[in-house]
Nanobody
Framework: QVQLVESGGGLVQPGGSLRLSCAVS????????IGWFRQAPGKQRELVAT???????NYLDSVKGRFTISRDNAENTVYLQMNSLQPEDTAVYYC????????????WGQGTQVTVSS
């Protein structure tokens, strides 16, 4: 059974840091690309960061230099290190994995709340 379990969200003051984790089970992570998305109240879900199966990364412009996406294929876990957090980073954060080749199956985590506030 495929399962993605996110953790690490919470309340943090502006300028603080959090590390989100997404533990996957039911499949082998190494064949999948990974994305972290976020959705703030009243806004559309947006792609924050991606990491390919080969390790290449991409980031939303507003988080470049502050967020780092990484993967541990041996542990079947995905991470998003978030530094210098700002109130505009407040959102529910979701991880998504998608197989690099056919059948390109994709799976979502349940989301974890990140709130940046003083």
């Amino acid at each position: 059974q495929v399962q993605l379990v996110e953790s690490g969200g919470g309340l943090v003051q502006p300028g603080g840091s959090l590390r989100l984790s997404c533990a996957v089970s039911g499949f082998t992570l190494r064949d999948y690309a990974i994305g972290w998305f976020r959705q703030a109240p009243g806004k559309q879900r947006e792609l924050v960061a991606t990491i390919g199966s080969g390790g290449s990364t991409n980031y939303l412009d507003s988080v470049k230099g502050r967020f780092t996406i990484s993967r541990d294929n041996a542990e079947n876990t995905v991470y998003l290190q978030m530094n210098s957090l700002q109130p505009e980073d407040t959102a529910v954060y979701y991880c998504k994995v998608q197989r690099d080749y056919y059948p390109r199956d994709a799976y979502w985590g349940q989301g974890t709340q990140v709130t940046v506030s003083s």
